[in-house]
């Protein structure tokens, strides 16, 4: 069975600084690019930042370039984003996704190209 598992999440203050953790299990396969992406009320679902299998393909969004940072450590099976500079602006529900791809190969990172989901973790910037 398919499982993601977020964690990290917390309340901090404007300028701090949170690790968000993915834990992944259950994959048939270990080639699988991983997404982050937030939700804040009332807001749609945007993508923030994306790996590729390997690791050796990066994307992030305009609004967190700079200040965020995924990574992957494979031998754990686990997925981070080092969050720093944060903003109210960052408040959201953060999920992480993942999808079987073939080789160290990065999906967009767009909700359509992930299949499994994580229950997602708070993230809230505030003084």
């Known amino acids: ?3 993601l598992v977020e964690s990290g999440g917390g309340l901090v203050q404007p300028g701090g600084s ?3 953790s993915c834990a992944a299990s259950g994959f048939t396969s ?3 690019a991983i997404g982050w992406f937030r939700q804040a009320p009332g807001q749609e679902r945007e993508g923030v930042s994306c790996i590729s ?3 050796s393909s990066t994307s992030y969004a305009d609004s967190v370039k700079d200040r965020f940072t995924i ?3 494979n031998s754990k099976n686990t997925v ?3 969050m720093n500079s944060l903003k109210p ?3 959201a529900v953060y999920y992480c996704a993942a999808s079987i791809v073939l080789g160290d190969a990065i999906l967009p990172c767009s909700r359509r ?3 499994s989901w994580g229950q997602g973790t708070q993230v809230t910037v505030s003084s």
């Open 18 to 20: 949170l690790r968000l």
């Open 71 to 73: 990574s992957r450590d």
């Open 30 to 32: 270990d080639h699988y």
């Open 80 to 82: 981070y984003l080092q």
């Open 53 to 55: 299998s390997g690791g």
């Open 89 to 91: 602006e960052d408040t």
């Open 1 to 3: 069975q398919l499982q």
């Open 113 to 115: 190209h992930f299949a």
